[in-house]
Structures are given as structure tokens and as C-alpha cells.
């Protein structure tokens, strides 16, 4: 059996709590051991309620334990580049929740912080830690569709909490950085490539200024990216990659239950009605699990982390542009 990772989780996050951790408990490779919260009631009771073996009150007090190899950043979204910087500064491995950060900028100083300390840092986008993705890429670059024309998706939630922290501008709240952001990560992942230039129309929430929804173009100069993206929306996520030559369908692109199957569709495009379609299944498997093992294998055996920053540079650059475009009603480049 490996020797486990030792993790430390930063604040008691509703996806930590719901997700994350539990989910990492069960990996073969990691060892959720502490949780820390600026509230060390709370702390004391997500730690007695998960089976953590150690709760502190302060962030830096969970940052200076000696056990803690690596750490766990589900903070808000303004939160993420600055802990995550001293969490690297004292020598602990991170793996943060996305978006990495509230810009490219951002996302360029923890970079340069991973490489002046030499710890492992990477961006929590669970899809490059689940099968069906890889596989989809795969496909892809087999060309089993042909050549790729446009990658279309959706993913939206309702969201009726008027305190939560995805309505706070100056947190980083806004659909964009919340889900958008995986429209983007999953068209540049089909793609193999950056989009040269991008268009985006936002609707804001009057009160807090934030976007509650965002539609986009990705121009990949062979094909493009369509996506809405939305925070007031009926509940829905899905993704389609047509080519020349056929379809591929991912059912539940991001949300994965880990109870169930989840299924891509390859449609050969010889009718309208799919009868020479192929559907693959994959599971049930907990991709939060996958992405702690294989975050921690990275740390263990060496290698790559599932998401490594310099593609989260890449993917906030996109982010980046899509803002300005939606600010100025034109089309805009991707800026280096």
C-alpha cells in the first residue's frame, strides 16, 4: 500500500465538507488530517463529524503543523491565490479550488510561487481527473468525429441564497468565474489548442453588479466554442463535440453522481435518428476521489498534477477576455 498523503483543508467550505472530503477519505492515496477554520467551533465540529483527527481555529496555525504535507484551498474565490501562495511559502503542496483566481494575473503569481518553492500546485477542475474526459480527447484525436467544427455546451444552476458569496463582485462571485469557466477548460481541452479571440454578452444582477448569466463564442479559427453559462437558470449541464465525420455527447459533463454510470454518446452522423451511435459507460466512480489520488500520486512518484497551473493560466486568460468583451460589446484577443 502507498504511504498516504497527509492533507490539510482550508475552511469548512460546503463542497469540502460535502464532497471533497469525504471523497478523499476514501482514496488510496491520501489522508484528510486536519481542517481549520477561523471559527474553531466550527472546525472542532466538521473535524468530530468527518472523522478529521485535528481542528484549529486559524488558517496559519493549520499552515505550521509539521503533519500537513499538502493542502486542500476550497476558500472563496478571492481567497485562493493569496493562501494558496502561503501555503507554498511554507513548503505544503496545494491543490485549489477553481477558478484559480480572479485573473490571469493572479493566476501568474502562483505560478511563479510554485516555481520559487518547488512544491506542486494545481487547479481542482474534477474533469481532468474523471476517465470519461480523457476518453472523449482520445477520441478526439483518434478522429473519430473528423475535424472538429464547434464544441456547444450549458451549464447552469438556480441560485436563490440573496447573502451567498457567488453574488459578491468584489469576492469574485458571477457565473463566468463559477461555472463558465469549465465551458472554457473542457472547449480548449477538445480543441488541443487556445482560442485566438472571443465574444461574450453578460446579464448582471442589478443589486450586486455580478453576472447571472454569460453567453460566449471561442474562436478556434478551424471551429468554435458556444456555451450560456448561468446562475438563475434551471438546472442543466451538457456538452456536445460535432465534427465533420460524426457527434460526441457527454451526458453529465461536470456533475458526475458517484453512485451511478455516467455515458458518452458517439454518434457516426450516418442518419438523424443516432442508429449508428455507440454509448460508453464509465463508473460509478467518485471523480473527487480520483482527483486526490492522483493529485497525491503526483506528490508521491513524481509527475504531473491532473490540472498544473500553466494551463490555469491559459484558462484565466480566456476568462479574462470574455470580460472585457462582455464590457465592451466587441470581440476580443487573447492577451499573453
Known amino acids: 500500500m502507498p504511504r498516504k ?8 467550505a460546503r463542497i469540502a465538507v460535502g464532497k471533497v472530503i469525504p471523497a478523499m477519505q476514501q482514496g488510496d492515496w491520501s489522508e484528510v488530517m486536519a481542517i481549520a477554520s477561523r471559527d474553531p467551533a466550527r472546525a472542532r465540529a466538521t473535524a468530530a463529524a468527518l472523522g478529521i483527527p485535528k481542528a484549529v481555529g486559524s488558517y496559519d496555525a493549520l499552515l505550521d503543523d509539521p503533519e500537513v504535507e499538502a493542502v486542500y484551498n476550497p476558500l472563496p474565490n478571492h481567497l485562493h491565490v493569496p493562501w494558496s501562495i ?11 479550488e477553481k477558478p484559480i483566481g480572479l485573473d490571469a494575473g493572479e493566476a501568474q503569481a502562483l505560478l511563479a510561487a510554485r516555481d ?5 500546485i494545481g487547479e481542482a477542475f474534477i474533469v481532468r481527473a474523471h476517465p470519461q474526459w480523457a476518453t472523449v480527447v482520445d477520441l478526439v484525436r ?34 463566468l468565474l463559477d461555472v463558465g469557466c469549465y465551458l472554457v477548460h473542457v472547449s480548449r481541452l477538445v480543441f488541443g489548442r487556445e482560442p485566438a479571440r472571443v465574444f461574450a454578452a453578460m446579464a448582471r444582477d442589478p443589486a450586486t453588479g ?9 474562436d478556434f479559427g ?14 442543466h449541464q451538457r456538452v456536445e463535440v460535432f465534427g465533420t465525420r460524426g457527434r460526441i455527447h457527454v451526458e453529465v459533463p461536470f456533475g458526475v453522481a458517484p453512485d451511478r454510470p455516467c455515458h458518452v454518446t458517439i454518434d457516426g452522423g450516418s442518419d438523424s435518428i443516432d442508429r449508428s451511435s455507440e454509448r460508453l459507460a464509465f463508473g460509478p466512480l467518485n471523480q473527487f476521489t480520483l482527483q486526490g489520488d ?24 480566456v476568462l479574462d477576455a470574455l470580460a472585457r468583451s462582455a464590457a ?9
Not at 5 to 12: D, E, H, Q
Not at 116 to 120: L, N
Request: charged share 25%.
Open 86 to 96: 502561503r501555503a507554498a511559502e511554507r513548503g505544503r503542496h496545494v491543490l485549489c
Open 142 to 175: 483518434a478522429g473519430r468525429v473528423g475535424d472538429v467544427r464547434s464544441v456547444e455546451g450549458h451549464f447552469s444552476f438556480s441560485l436563490d441564497d440573496e447573502a451567498n458569496i457567488r453574488l459578491v463582485a468584489e469576492y469574485g462571485g458571477g457565473a
Open 328 to 336: 465592451t460589446g466587441m470581440w476580443a484577443p487573447i492577451e499573453e
Open 210 to 218: 455580478v453576472d447571472v448569466r454569460t453567453s460566449m463564442t471561442l
Open 116 to 120: 520559487r518553492t518547488g512544491v506542486r
Open 5 to 12: 498523503v497527509r492533507w490539510g483543508v482550508l475552511g469548512a
Open 222 to 235: 478551424s471551429g468554435v466554442a458556444v456555451g450560456t453559462c448561468g446562475m438563475r437558470s434551471a438546472r
Open 294 to 317: 492522483l493529485f497525491s500520486r503526483a506528490i508521491r512518484e513524481g509527475g504531473d498534477v491532473p490540472c498544473p497551473l500553466e494551463d490555469s493560466v491559459a484558462n484565466m486568460r
